[in-house]
């Protein structure tokens, strides 16, 4: 492929080298992407037309904070370039390989780990983003994780839902559906779907991170979305974590609410079905 003129541009400047050669990489709705080649140096490189204020820099941010903690691996950031007409971010090249048992309890096992970080209460000093929709990171009062995911997560993104089905949402009963994380806050990838995963050659690499401090169990509720993580990895995660307990599926459907108003509002049409459909078994008629 020909990388448009401008992402060019800002590789070279990045990298310190023309590109050789281009590959357009699949996998996402919000960044278009490829495999680089510049001056004998491979990089995945993501660009954003007219991209909103701060959003490559706050998946830097987010991949510097998730690699500091030496639990999961992260690509590298080699360059961030913003300029009026598109942002380019530019990674380090990890080669794909097949998906297997032990990279799934590889990935499982890095994600305990990550889960065992701190933090002083649910948020973050910095806001960031999922997808390409702004993610409101500050601290409620109190404390409270249940506080959180209901001010910081559900209600800014309720107006793009029906009426009736917003209210029902609104009246969702959250404290007899969810639990606080035990010990406190912990640091989240945000963002763990399938597609934010990538198996290479030299292990799996988590990518597209939407990071804070929160409930663990935000990102095992992803893990269920969009084709899911298969038992390896959950075997693997709660073999260091700890066994879940019976009530665990019903939480992570509620914490699901989240990614799927996400959706309603960068796409709409049937991901507002998925969420009446929680609503419909977790909330009154």
Do not use: C
Not at 11 to 24: M, N, Q, Y
Not at 112 to 130: F, K, S
């Amino acid at each position: 492929m020909s990388l448009p003129t401008p992402v060019a541009d800002a590789v070279e400047r990045l990298l310190g080298a023309r590109p050789e050669r281009a590959e357009r990489v699949g996998g996402g709705s919000i960044n278009e992407a490829a495999h680089v080649v510049a001056g004998g140096r491979d990089a995945f490189v993501k660009w954003h037309r007219r991209a909103p204020a701060g959003f490559f820099e706050a998946e830097a941010d987010g991949l510097a904070r998730l690699r500091a903690t030496d639990s999961v691996r992260v690509p590298e950031v080699l360059g961030l370039a913003v300029g009026e007409d598109v942002a380019v971010l530019a990674l380090s090249w990890h080669p794909p390989a097949s998906p297997s048992a032990a990279r799934w309890r590889e990935a499982g096992e890095a994600l305990a780990r990550l889960h065992a970080v701190r933090g002083p209460r649910p948020g973050l000093e910095r806001d960031n983003v999922m997808g390409a929709v702004p993610q409101d990171n500050r601290a409620v009062a109190g404390g409270s994780w249940i506080a959180f995911f209901r001010e910081r997560r559900l209600r800014p993104l309720l107006g793009d839902l029906p009426a009736a089905l917003r209210a029902r949402v609104e009246a969702l009963d959250l404290e007899a559906l969810l639990t606080e994380p035990e010990g406190g806050a912990r640091l989240l990838h945000g963002d763990l779907w399938a597609g934010n995963l990538h198996h290479a050659v030299s292990g799996p690499i988590f990518v597209d991170p939407a990071v804070y401090f929160g409930h663990p169990e935000v990102d095992l509720a992803m893990t269920r979305l969009f084709g899911g993580f298969p038992a390896p990895f959950h075997d693997a995660y709660h073999g260091v974590a700890g066994r879940p307990d019976r009530d665990l599926d019903a939480r992570l459907e509620v914490l699901n609410l989240y990614p799927l108003l996400v959706h309603v509002r960068l796409f709409g049409g049937g991901y507002v079905r998925d969420v009446e459909r929680i609503v419909d078994r977790y909330g009154g008629r």
